[in-house]
């Protein structure tokens, strides 16, 4: 089975086929998704919360990241594999250019990074090196303290314009995907419209040309999940089926539900 790369999700954004990301943190969960057929898998600094026990991805250290993306690598040889590029290790270009060889020499394919127009100089420079970005906008985790706390973004016109400008400088600096975190329905159809690169949505309605969620919603072990996660593993038997499901309710346009999705 061919390797999936940044090709390969063009081609389905061009085709309107809808792909899935799955956030997961080990080399057994990264199996089990390349046999349930997920496009993208993204070793995400989530993991502070999901796998460390932190209230929060800012404890989260470059030595965090490449243990768990060479253990995901190790794991799964189809799916891309994105890597977060975690708090302030992208604070300056130098930074950024230093950490994501890190992150891409542990094995991913793609590097992630928060934040908008002010990171342009930086996927140009990492795009130009030969480093894939995908770009993270609307809840940034990385930014909780200035945001407030973990709120749906881009609500006002003004938000909602600067979101737009945001996505459509990333993707002329050379971002090759995009996620939107917890953004209004509506403005994710309009970025993902406008946009030629492929976005990848959680909490961001159903017209993104992916979704996202992470492991630890889609079995359940989440204490309080948020409103736009799914427990896949209640209404299946086991882990393979409950991958299997979400990964084939997204692409029927099953998930997310108006449930899921924020206005
Ligand atoms: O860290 C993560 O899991 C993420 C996704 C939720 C997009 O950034
Ligand atoms: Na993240």
Redesign the pocket.
């Known amino acids: 089975t061919k390797p999936i790369t940044i090709l390969t999700l063009q081609k389905l954004k061009a085709e309107q086929e809808k792909f899935t990301c799955v956030a997961l943190y080990d080399a057994p969960m990264a199996a089990m998704a390349e046999q349930s057929g997920v496009e993208t898998v993204l070793v995400?600094?989530?993991l502070g919360m999901t796998v460390l026990g932190y209230d929060s991805?800012l404890p989260v250290t470059m030595e965090h990241m490449l243990y768990h993306v060479e253990a995901v690598a190790r794991g799964n040889k189809k799916s891309l594999i994105l890597g977060?590029m975690p708090f302030m290790s992208y604070a300056t270009t130098d930074q950024a250019m230093h950490n994501a060889m890190r992150i891409m020499q542990a094995g991913a394919h793609v590097v992630k990074i928060e934040g908008g127009e002010w990171l342009a100089p930086t996927v140009t420079m990492l795009a130009e090196r030969g480093i894939p970005v995908c770009a993270h906008l609307g809840l940034t985790?990385q930014s909780v303290n200035k945001l407030g706390g973990f709120r749906v973004q881009g609500r006002t016109q003004q938000q909602a314009d600067k979101l737009l400008a945001d996505a459509i400088a990333l993707e002329r600096a050379g971002a090759d995907l995009l996620v939107l975190e917890c953004v209004p329905s509506e403005l994710a159809k309009t970025i993902t419209q406008r946009l030629s690169i492929p976005t990848i949505g959680i909490g961001a309605g159903k017209d993104t040309d992916a979704q996202v969620l992470v492991i630890n919603d889609i079995l359940g072990l989440t204490p309080k999940p948020p409103k736009f996660s799914k427990n896949f593993l209640v209404e299946t038997q086991d882990i393979p089926s409950a991958l299997t499901k979400y990964v084939s309710d997204v692409k029927t346009g099953v998930f997310p539900e108006l449930a899921h999705t924020f206005d």
């Open positions: 995400g600094d989530s991805t977060d985790p």
